[in-house]
């Protein structure tokens, strides 16, 4: 397969092809963090607190498997086609989960969501490279990208309280669909379909695929029923992870046409990359699932009132991806950005922790916008590094492994989350129970769900009081885990030698002569 230089772009043409790039991704980013701030209200409505995660991971792994399949199908065929089909695929799990009844109705329709989101991830953030193979104005024209999809990020979590609040939780995926409309009309008008040359076969690693599903899968089985499931079974999915992992390690180092090419994980600096998309995307994801849980929770703030303060996480993550893009070509090391970015982020996640429940709105919000200019600090830069230090022939694997890692870390992180609160609520609460003398209060309030409808007469104030304290020291530990991953990622850092961004030299067109000896 030859990757032929694709035709320089007039700027109205690049204009226009981000803007459908942009609006494909969109629906993915929109999803993402309007979908954190209606789950409370979801869990409530269809008693499903022991699903909570499970709405969050189901689509994360659906995307972790079908991000470096369909990176590796638009090497082979270009992008445009996928991120069509995408488009597709998404708008119609949207209208599956709106019309939900049931939570594993609802966790199947976001499972499928994350099909389209992740065939989406894989293609769409492709496109870019590939459009601009200078480095530099690659960065000039991601400034448009991320702050189209930071910009939707950013009013995600108020337009998704808002929706719940005003509408109730089944207009944030109704919003979808005329949004699907739109980004296909843009995409199948305006995105470029550059096809490259074929000179051999094509030949997928759909074994090393299903290696993959059956690695993740039972492993977040195994974090996700730990403590409940029998212990026969939860030796049989920690097993079947191990021999999957295994199997997938040796198949892929064996493989003419792997879905992960080993020469990809050769250079010890995109190895080290990948590390940090993983530590990145737990910390990121945990902070978009459990902060409303944390703030309506614990604190009792409406959907609205915690749509308020997760925007800002967002709207932070903008400023700090534009302003790190101003900057970062003129830095001799570029590695101090995302270096600035996860020290900021650690420190907003140990302060959220030990806030407590006396602290001020104002604190809070400090503190979210804090993590998210970290973010904004942290995700362009791990996509940019990746994309310079990898081989152009493996520049789709490479930019969709990073996206994937990042999902797998949030897959990870939002699991163990999960369970860590289920776990310690349930004995921070019986131990304030019982020094307050009341614990036969403990099966009242052993379920979460009662915090976020504490409307409910057959329950003492005081009683909630000490259920939402058990809450938030509960998420509180969660969070400190989170910080523990930020001094990790600074320590790999640290051993990650300076990114250098080199100018790409534009195609030079051929002469006619040499046309006429073609």
Same mark, same amino acid.
């Given at each position: 397969?030859?990757?032929?230089?694709?035709?320089?772009?007039?700027?109205?043409?690049?204009?226009?092809?981000?803007?459908?790039?942009?609006?494909?991704?969109?629906?993915?980013?929109?999803?993402?963090?309007?979908?954190?701030?209606?789950?409370?209200?979801?869990?409530?409505?269809?008693?499903?607190?022991?699903?909570?995660?499970?709405?969050?991971?189901?689509?994360?792994?659906?995307?972790?498997?079908?991000?470096?399949?369909?990176?590796?199908?638009?090497?082979?065929?270009?992008?445009?086609?996928?991120?069509?089909?995408?488009?597709?695929?998404?708008?119609?799990?949207?209208?599956?989960?709106?019309?939900?009844?049931?939570?594993?109705?609802?966790?199947?329709?976001?499972?499928?969501?994350?099909?389209?989101?992740?065939?989406?991830?894989?293609?769409?953030?492709?496109?870019?490279?590939?459009?601009?193979?200078?480095?530099?104005?690659?960065?000039?024209?991601?400034?448009?990208?991320?702050?189209?999809?930071?910009?939707?990020?950013?009013?995600?979590?108020?337009?998704?309280?808002?929706?719940?609040?005003?509408?109730?939780?089944?207009?944030?995926? *109704? $919003?979808?669909?005329? =949004?699907? @409309? +739109? %980004? /296909?009309?843009?995409?199948?008008? !305006? &995105?470029? #379909?550059?096809?490259?040359?074929?000179?051999?076969?094509?030949?997928?690693? *759909? $074994?090393?695929?299903? =290696?993959? @599903? +059956? %690695? /993740?899968?039972?492993?977040?089985? !195994? &974090?996700? #029923?730990?403590?409940?499931?029998?212990?026969?079974?939860?030796?049989?999915?920690?097993?079947?992870?191990?021999?999957?992992?295994?199997? /997938?390690?040796?198949?892929?180092?064996?493989?003419?046409?792997?879905?992960?090419?080993?020469?990809?994980?050769?250079?010890?600096?995109?190895?080290?990359?990948?590390?940090?998309?993983?530590?990145?995307?737990?910390?990121?994801?945990?902070?978009?699932?459990?902060?409303?849980?944390?703030?309506?929770?614990?604190?009792?703030?409406?959907?609205?009132?915690?749509?308020?303060?997760?925007?800002?996480?967002?709207?932070?993550?903008?400023?700090?991806?534009?302003?790190?893009?101003?900057?970062?070509?003129?830095?001799?090391?570029?590695?101090?950005?995302?270096?600035?970015?996860?020290?900021?982020?650690?420190?907003?996640?140990?302060?959220?922790?030990?806030?407590?429940?006396?602290?001020?709105?104002?604190?809070?919000?400090?503190?979210?916008?804090?993590?998210?200019?970290?973010?904004?600090?942290?995700?362009?830069?791990?996509?940019?590094?990746?994309?310079?230090?990898?081989?152009?022939?493996?520049?789709?694997?490479?930019?969709?492994?990073?996206?994937?890692?990042?999902?797998?870390?949030?897959?990870?992180?939002?699991?163990?989350?999960?369970?860590?609160?289920?776990?310690?609520?349930?004995?921070?609460?019986?131990?304030?129970?019982?020094?307050?003398?009341?614990?036969?209060?403990?099966?009242?309030?052993?379920?979460?769900?009662?915090?976020?409808?504490?409307?409910?007469?057959?329950?003492?104030?005081?009683?909630?009081?000490?259920?939402?304290?058990?809450?938030?020291?509960?998420?509180?530990?969660?969070?400190?885990?989170?910080?523990?991953?930020?001094?990790?990622?600074?320590?790999?850092?640290?051993?990650?030698?300076?990114?250098?961004?080199?100018?790409?030299?534009?195609?030079?067109?051929?002469?006619?002569?040499?046309?006429?000896?073609?």
């Amino acid at each position: 397969m030859t990757m032929p230089s694709p035709p320089s772009l007039t700027f109205r043409q690049a204009l226009l092809a981000m803007l459908g790039i942009s609006l494909v991704l969109m629906l993915s980013a929109l999803d993402q963090t309007v979908i954190g701030n209606a789950l409370p209200s979801i869990v409530s409505e269809l008693q499903g607190f022991d699903w909570y995660a499970w709405v969050a991971t189901g689509y994360l792994l659906a995307s972790i498997v079908t991000i470096p399949i369909f990176g590796r199908l638009g090497d082979y065929y270009g992008r445009k086609p996928f991120v069509l089909a995408a488009t597709v695929i998404f708008t119609l799990a949207s209208l599956g989960c709106a019309l939900a009844n049931e939570m594993w109705v609802l966790v199947l329709g976001r499972a499928l969501q994350g099909v389209g989101g992740g065939m989406l991830i894989g293609t769409a953030f492709a496109c870019v490279p590939e459009l601009f193979p200078d480095t530099r104005q690659r960065l000039r024209w991601q400034i448009l990208l991320s702050a189209m999809f930071s910009a939707v990020n950013a009013i995600g979590p108020g337009l998704g309280g808002y929706l719940t609040g005003v509408f109730g939780w089944r207009s944030v995926f *109704w $919003l979808n669909i005329p =949004l699907g @409309v +739109l %980004a /296909l009309f843009f995409a199948w008008r !305006f &995105v470029p #379909w550059y096809r490259p040359q074929q000179t051999k076969a094509i030949h997928l690693d *759909w $074994l090393g695929a299903l =290696l993959i @599903v +059956l %690695a /993740l899968g039972s492993l977040q089985l !195994f &974090v996700e #029923w730990m403590g409940d499931a029998d212990v026969r079974l939860s030796a049989l999915l920690g097993s079947v992870c191990l021999v999957a992992a295994i199997g /997938l390690w040796v198949w892929e180092r064996r493989c003419s046409h792997a879905l992960l090419p080993a020469p990809l994980f050769e250079s010890p600096s995109i190895r080290l990359l990948f590390v940090l998309s993983l530590l990145a995307g737990a910390i990121m994801f945990t902070l978009l699932f459990y902060l409303p849980l944390l703030l309506q929770g614990s604190y009792g703030y409406s959907p609205e009132e915690a749509g308020l303060l997760i925007t800002p996480l967002a709207l932070s993550i903008t400023l700090g991806a534009i302003v790190n893009s101003r900057i970062m070509s003129r830095l001799d090391n570029p590695n101090r950005l995302p270096l600035a970015g996860f020290c900021a982020l650690l420190i907003a996640c140990a302060g959220l922790a030990m806030a407590g429940l006396s602290a001020s709105f104002n604190l809070l919000l400090g503190l979210i916008l804090l993590a998210g200019l970290g973010l904004g600090f942290i995700l362009l830069n791990l996509t940019v590094f990746t994309q310079t230090l990898a081989e152009r022939q493996f520049l789709g694997i490479a930019t969709a492994l990073t996206q994937s890692l990042r999902l797998v870390g949030g897959l990870l992180g939002t699991a163990c989350m999960g369970v860590l609160v289920k776990l310690m609520y349930a004995a921070n609460l019986q131990r304030a129970l019982l020094a307050s003398g009341q614990g036969e209060a403990l099966p009242r309030l052993i379920d979460p769900q009662v915090l976020l409808n504490p409307a409910n007469p057959a329950i003492d104030s005081a009683l909630l009081d000490l259920a939402r304290a058990a809450l938030a020291q509960s998420v509180g530990i969660g969070l400190l885990t989170c910080a523990a991953l930020g001094v990790l990622a600074l320590v790999i850092l640290y051993r990650l030698p300076p990114v250098i961004l080199t100018r790409v030299a534009p195609p030079v067109a051929p002469t006619p002569e040499q046309q006429q000896k073609t």
